[in-house]
């Protein structure tokens, strides 16, 4: 695993790489973060007037962004076994992430039915974040059997890359609020922040030789969701699809 954590290639170019660049469970911290931060007052400071389908989903999505640094230490005090048998039990902690979040969109989008352009656009955004999640992760443990760890590691790290978006919306919206008024600017404020994120990554990736194609694919797929968020909440069939989605099992 320690290919995980020292993937710069034989070049001399790449073995000058920063040594901050093997501490990668510092990036998964910074990432938690933003998300405490984020979430703290509409989630972590309001705990007790919270439905518990959203405290599910919060708590869940909590746990799976402290996971991998978890995951890091384990690797650093060489308890791979252990790091393994983690692993395989945080499938059901996902799923719970997946089942709850799908829930929690039915629940957003019901509740605030009467600001449908932007409900649609974060039905939009939110299912096919959810999907993107789940692909990835099963490609990530597809990786980990193929003993590819270094590209196991860049997918793992896209399924916590993907709920910070949701955070940096609200920390925006909180922090600037002069400058992000409301949901909408918040939104596209986030996935220029998520854009410009990534393009850090794919830089200093491509600079120490080390470039693989998880980080270039989601920094496509926030790029998409950037050009197609509008005319697809505008589109009468996909507002047909968001409503008979938001009514399953009510």
């Known amino acids: 695993m320690e290919r ?46 919270t439905q518990v389908p959203l405290l599910i989903h919060g708590f869940s999505a909590t746990a799976w962004m402290l996971l991998p640094i978890l995951q890091a230490w384990l690797i650093k005090t060489r308890r791979r076994h252990l790091h393994r048998r983690v692993g395989w039990a945080s499938l059901t902690l996902a799923a719970v992430v997946v089942i709850s979040g799908l ?10 039915s009467e600001s449908e352009i932007l409900t ?25 059997r193929k003993r590819d760890y270094p590209l196991h590691l860049r997918l793992i790290g896209c399924t916590a890359l993907i ?10 919206l909180n922090s600037v609020p002069f400058l992000i008024p409301d949901f909408d600017a918040a939104l596209y404020a986030s996935l220029i922040f998520m854009e410009l994120t990534l393009v850090a990554l794919i830089i200093g990736e ?22 197609t968020l509008t005319p697809v909440a505008e589109n009468a069939v996909f507002q ?7 009514r399953i099992g009510s």
């Open 163 to 172: 709920p910070l978006e949701a955070a940096i919306e609200r920390l925006l």
């Open 4 to 49: 995980a954590v020292s993937d710069f290639g034989s070049s001399a170019r790449a073995a000058r790489a920063p040594r901050i660049l093997a501490e990668w469970w510092l990036f998964f911290a910074a990432a938690f973060v933003l998300t405490f931060a984020g979430f703290w007052p509409s989630f972590f400071a309001a705990l007790t007037s």
């Open 103 to 112: 829930h929690t969109l039915q629940l957003f989008a019901l509740r605030n």
């Open 120 to 144: 649609f656009k974060f039905v939009y955004l939110d299912l096919t974040g959810l999907f993107l999640f789940s692909v990835f992760l099963g490609l990530a443990i597809w990786a980990a």
């Open 206 to 227: 491509w600079r120490w030789r080390r470039l693989r194609w998880p980080f270039p694919f989601l920094l496509a797929y926030y790029l998409l969701m950037h050009a």
């Open 240 to 246: 047909s699809f968001a409503w008979g989605f938001a």
